[in-house]
């Protein structure tokens, strides 16, 4: 179904939706890709469902897309504080392993100032210049292999340099700062850690973020940059976190550590992610590659929301009710875990038309892969999308078709949604 005037991009499709009655708590599920099937099931028949675990006390599954966004609007009675992830950590945890994440108002919005204007629309904007060239750099030296692993040659390297330029870190620490950030936020994957959560006893590490032994290499890497902008100085992200509220008091040590331990976990991961999964959908769908690559500025605008709405990579955050409640008849106790799935949100079919169908013209687009209403939308947004525009501008230009030579590996995690691996063959224009 066109829209008049323009090429025919949308047409029904045929995609596999996964099993219908997924275990959505288990990370093995996420192993054959996000079980869409059993979450429009949910949509349909049970929108705010109860989930026993099996290592925890069970949480609501909240999956309509407005749900999600009543739940994100009111922190005071579903609280950030208590932990954004299933993991359950009593106070000595939580209080060791906070970050801005886990705050809610006006905590939230204290350390949020922090660094917030280096992330805006308008200062994201001066880095087009620094990523075009990153991207070209990249793109350039993946074609001359021509068949590669799209995720490590080209989606790891983009995020994970320009990363490094905002924190003032330099390129040849980079990679090895992504792997620990991978350790981190992959820790259910046994590719990224030998401490998986699951699978291994990680007690000891308790008090350390994702429960991982590589917050430690990354806290004393945290350590002595502060030491070294404490005595140079500088105007990188690093020089913000170090410098006092709007409050007049700096962050502690411990609180300095976990913020730059999360925007190495969280800066780079993500955004790999949703251009490794961009890229299948390409692969998947060589006539709409074809019209990328007379896309105009307008269509630009919409393939990157839809890439960020195909793709929602970040599955779910937890929130914690403060007191009893009902949402949809359901009535929700003070200190139940409530679970917020922009991953179902984002194929609401009372939401979005046709949401299984990947529409490069879809708009609008009210996507929530950076979630959606209250305090906690994503930091880096504006950062994310010009890197994923930018970055799949330089294919289109150099780029006369894309394939997928092999099966793609997925991440085993039900919190992030990560193709690992994507074998492509380029072919070049």
Request: hydrophobic share 40%.
């Amino acid at each position: 179904m066109g829209r008049q005037g323009e090429a025919m991009t949308v047409t029904a499709e045929s995609v596999d939706l996964g099993d219908d009655h997924a275990d959505i708590t288990a990370h093995d599920t996420y192993v054959d890709g996000v079980p869409h099937a059993t979450f429009a099931r949910l949509r349909r028949e049970d929108p705010v469902s109860w989930w026993d675990e099996a290592d925890g006390s069970g949480f609501w599954a909240v999956v309509k897309y407005r749900d999600i966004i009543d739940v994100s609007r009111q922190p005071d009675l579903f609280t950030s504080t208590r932990g954004i992830r299933l993991e359950e950590m009593d106070e000595e945890e939580t209080a060791a392993r906070r970050t801005i994440m886990e705050t809610d108002p006006p905590e939230h919005t204290r350390l949020r100032r922090l660094v917030n204007r280096g992330f805006t629309r308008r200062a994201v904007g001066a880095y087009e210049e620094a990523i075009r060239a990153l991207a070209v750099e990249v793109v350039e030296r993946a074609l001359e292999e021509g068949e590669f692993d799209f995720v490590t040659t080209v989606a790891r390297q983009l995020p994970m340099r320009m990363l490094g330029r905002l924190l003032g870190i330099p390129d040849s620490d980079g990679s090895h700062l992504v792997d620990l950030g991978d350790a981190l936020i992959a820790n259910t994957d046994p590719e990224f850690t030998d401490h998986v959560v699951d699978l291994t006893d990680t007690e000891r590490y308790r008090l350390l973020p994702f429960r991982s032994p590589a917050a430690i290499e990354l806290f004393d890497y945290a350590q002595a940059k502060a030491d070294e902008h404490r005595a140079h100085g500088g105007d990188d992200l690093i020089c913000r976190m170090l410098a006092p509220t709007a409050d007049g008091r700096p962050l502690s040590d411990l609180e300095f550590k976990n913020f730059f331990t999360l925007m190495v976990a969280a800066g780079n991961d993500t955004t790999r992610y949703t251009m490794a999964g961009g890229m299948k959908a390409f692969c998947e769908r060589p006539a709409l590659w074809a019209e990328l690559r007379h896309a105009d500025e307008r269509l630009w605008d919409t393939v990157v929301e839809e890439i960020l709405r195909w793709t929602s990579v970040t599955m779910h955050f937890r929130r914690t009710a403060t007191r009893d409640t009902e949402l949809r008849g359901r009535t929700i106790r003070a200190g139940d875990k409530v679970v917020v799935w922009f991953v179902s949100g984002n194929r609401d079919e009372e939401q979005f038309p046709d949401p299984f169908t990947f529409d490069i013209r879809r708009d609008p687009n009210d996507h929530m892969a950076f979630g959606r209403g209250g305090p906690h939308l994503c930091l880096g947004a504006w950062l994310a999308r010009l890197e994923i525009r930018v970055l799949f501008q330089e294919l289109a230009r150099r780029v006369a078709a894309v394939e997928q030579t092999g099966p793609e590996q997925r991440l085993r995690s039900n919190f992030i949604a990560g193709i690992k691996h994507l074998p492509v063959r380029l072919t070049p224009a």
